[in-house]
C-alpha cells in the first residue's frame, strides 16, 4: 500500500480518506460507530490517562522517525497505565496533520504506535483526524485494575523503602547521541545502538505489575508481615508513579504528595554502565536525576517488601534510598565523595513558554 | 481569581502553574495521579469518544467565546455518547496552548466545559495541558450503556422509519449571524438569539435516551410488537447516530454502514420556523441539510416504534422518511414543487486541505 503513491499528501485523500486508511490499524469489529464499546471486567476500576505531542515541542524529524513518534506515544500512556497498577484496554488516538503532510508519514506514525500497543496486548479502539498546521497527537488510555491494588502517588509513609525498576539516563543519553552523532566515539556501537533505542523505543513497565500481584497472593511468611505493617489501612496500599519526567521528579512528586521528605543514596541509583566509558560521572547522574523519559515505576513500599520485589525483579530494580518524615528530598553520598545536595522542583523541570 | 492578574499569560505561570489552576475545574478526588479512576457499573458496556478542536479550523475568536468553545467541545462529544445509547461518566481534555495565551481565555474555556457538563451530570477527569504554537482540544468522552441497547449505525432494515430529533439547520444560520451580523434584519431580536445559541450552545440529546429506553421497558401491545418485527435479531437493535456532520451526512451514513438506501420527505424536514422570514426556502433546505452541528439524533426504527417514538417526544422529533432496500439516498417532495434529488457524500462533506 505504502509504494503505490509515495507522494500523496493527506489533503490529495481528505479527512474520510485518511481515516478510512488508518481503520486499517484498528480490528474490525471496533471501527465505524460514532464511539468505541469496550468491555471493563466485572469488579474492576477504569483507569484513564491522557497525553498531547506536538510537532518541534515533544518530537522531531532530526531525532525521531514517525514510527518512534508512535511507538513512544503508545509507551508513555501505557507507562502512566503502569504506574497506576493497571492493564491496557485500548487507546484512542486524536490527530491534528497539515494538509501538505505525506500520507505516509501518518501511516507510519500508525505503524509505531500499533506495533508498541502490539506488544502489550491491546489495540487503538478509535479515533479522530482533524486538519491543523502543526502535527498534534492526543492519545487517551484506557486501563483496568483491581480496586483494591490502584498504585497512587499519596500513600507513602514515611520509613518505606524506595524502589526503582530499570536504568536511568539511557533515554536522555540516547538522545544525545541523536542530537549530536559526533559525541559517545568512545561507546561500541552495541552500546550506542542501545542508548538510542532507549530513547527511541521506550518500554513501559506493564511486566512489573504481575510481580507486584503476587506480593499480595502469596501467603508466604513475609507477605503476612506486609499486612501487618500495613494494618492501619484495610488493604495493603502501593505507592508510586512513572519517572516520565525524570527520576528526581518523581520522587519530588511522591514525597509531596504523601506529605513525607526521601533520601536517596547517589551510588545506588542505576545508571547505564557504558555511560562510565563516556561522559563524567556528574554528567550521568545529572541525566539520570532530570533527563526523563525512562518510563520505570518509582515505587515506595515497606523495606521488607521493597527487598523481595528487588530479589524477584533481579537487575531489573534496585532499592535507591528511604523516605523520611522530614519533607525535604536529599540525595546523599555515604561514601563522603560528593556534599548532600536538596532535590527540587526547580532544577527537574522544563519551564513552559 | 479572574481579576486577580487579567494581563497574566501562560508562559508567566508555566504549564504545572496552568494545571493547577485547571485543577479547580475537576473533582478534588481526581486530581493528582498518574491516571484517573473511574468505577463501570456492573454489566454495562464502556463507549468511548474522541474529538479534536483546532483554533481556525474549528472555532474562531470572531464568532466564539472562549466559554462558547468549552461548551461546544463538551456538547459535541456527550452527542457522540447520546448517538451510542450511552450516558455519560466523565471526560479528560488534552490542551496544547502557546506561552503568550491569557491564562484567562484558557479558565474561561474550562468554565464553559464544566458549565456543559454539569447540565448532564458529569465531569473532567484528566487531562494534559502542553506547549503548542496553536490552540488544540483534544477532548476524549467516556459514557457506559446496556449492552443490550448500544445505538449502532449498522443495523437499520429497508422498511423502517426515519425519525430525527429537534430542527436542523438552526447552528447553521446562527453562525451567519455571528459572520455577518447585518444579516437578518428581518428577524426579532429573541428569534436571532435563538438561532446564534444554537450555534454557541447545542444541546445534546441524552435527554431522548430514557425516552427509547421505556419504549423496550414497557410492556404494552406497540412494544410486543416491535419485539416481533425484530425477532430474528437476539435482542431489539436501535440504529442511529448524532447530525453533527449535517442531516444529509447522518442518513446517508446509516445508510452505508446499513447497506441500505433512503427516501427522506422535503416537507417533513423540521427547519427553524424564523428562517422563512429571512433566507430562500432553497437556503434554509441547504442548512437543514448540510450545515452541520445540529447535534440532534437520526434514528432509524420500525414505523409502529418510531411513531410511538415521535408522539411521545411531541415537537421535539418527527419522522421525515423511510429506509429502502435501493442503496441510493433520494430527498423527495410528494408536493411536486421540487424534483426528486439524489443525496451524495459530495455534497456534504468539507474537504480537507
Not at 485518511?18 to 480490528?27: G, I, N, Y
Request: aromatic share 6%.
Amino acid at each position: 500500500m505504502r509504494d503505490e503513491a509515495p507522494d500523496q499528501r493527506v489533503q490529495d485523500i481528505g479527512e474520510q480518506g485518511l481515516l478510512k486508511r488508518l481503520q486499517a490499524f484498528c480490528p474490525a469489529d471496533i471501527v465505524g460507530d460514532d464511539a468505541a464499546v469496550l468491555d471493563v471486567p466485572v469488579g474492576r476500576s477504569l483507569i484513564v490517562t491522557t497525553d498531547v505531542l506536538v510537532d518541534r515541542v515533544h518530537f522531531s524529524d532530526r531525532t525521531t522517525s514517525p514510527e518512534d513518534v508512535g511507538w513512544r506515544a503508545a509507551a508513555a500512556n501505557l507507562s502512566d497505565l503502569a504506574a497506576m497498577g493497571a492493564m491496557p484496554l485500548g487507546i484512542t488516538v486524536g490527530l491534528g496533520v497539515p494538509g501538505d503532510l505525506a500520507v505516509n508519514w501518518v501511516e507510519r506514525l500508525y505503524q509505531g504506535l500499533t506495533d508498541c500497543l502490539r506488544q502489550y496486548g491491546t489495540v487503538i479502539v478509535g479515533g479522530d483526524v482533524v486538519r491543523s498546521p502543526i502535527i498534534t497527537i492526543a492519545i487517551t488510555a484506557f486501563g483496568e485494575a483491581d480496586p483494591n491494588r490502584i498504585i497512587r502517588r499519596s500513600t507513602a509513609r514515611s520509613g518505606d523503602a524506595i524502589v526503582v525498576t530499570g536504568i536511568h539516563g539511557a533515554s536522555r543519553a540516547g538522545l544525545e547521541l541523536l542530537l549530536h552523532p559526533e559525541q559517545g566515539q568512545s561507546l561500541n556501537p552495541g552500546d550506542r545502538t542501545l542508548l538510542i533505542q532507549a530513547h527511541q523505543r521506550p518500554k513501559p513497565r506493564l511486566d512489573v505489575l504481575p510481580v507486584l500481584w503476587r506480593l499480595w497472593d502469596k501467603e508466604d511468611a513475609q507477605n503476612s508481615k506486609f499486612k501487618i505493617q500495613n494494618s492501619k489501612f484495610k488493604i495493603p496500599l502501593i505507592t508510586g508513579m512513572d519517572s516520565s519526567d525524570g527520576l528526581a521528579d518523581a520522587v519530588i512528586q511522591l514525597c509531596r504528595a504523601s506529605g513525607i521528605g526521601a533520601r536517596i543514596e547517589r551510588n545506588q541509583i542505576p545508571i547505564p554502565p557504558m555511560l562510565i566509558e563516556w561522559v563524567t560521572p556528574e554528567q550521568a547522574m545529572n541525566w539520570a536525576l532530570y533527563g526523563g523519559e525512562d518510563f520505570e515505576l518509582v515505587l515506595c513500599l515497606p523495606p521488607e517488601v521493597a527487598q523481595i520485589l528487588v530479589d524477584q525483579l533481579g537487575d531489573r530494580a534496585a532499592m535507591i534510598g528511604t523516605t523520611t518524615l522530614e519533607p525535604e528530598v536529599w540525595l546523599v553520598d555515604s561514601s563522603g565523595s560528593y556534599p548532600n545536595e536538596r532535590l527540587t522542583f526547580e532544577q527537574g523541570f522544563q519551564h513552559f513558554g
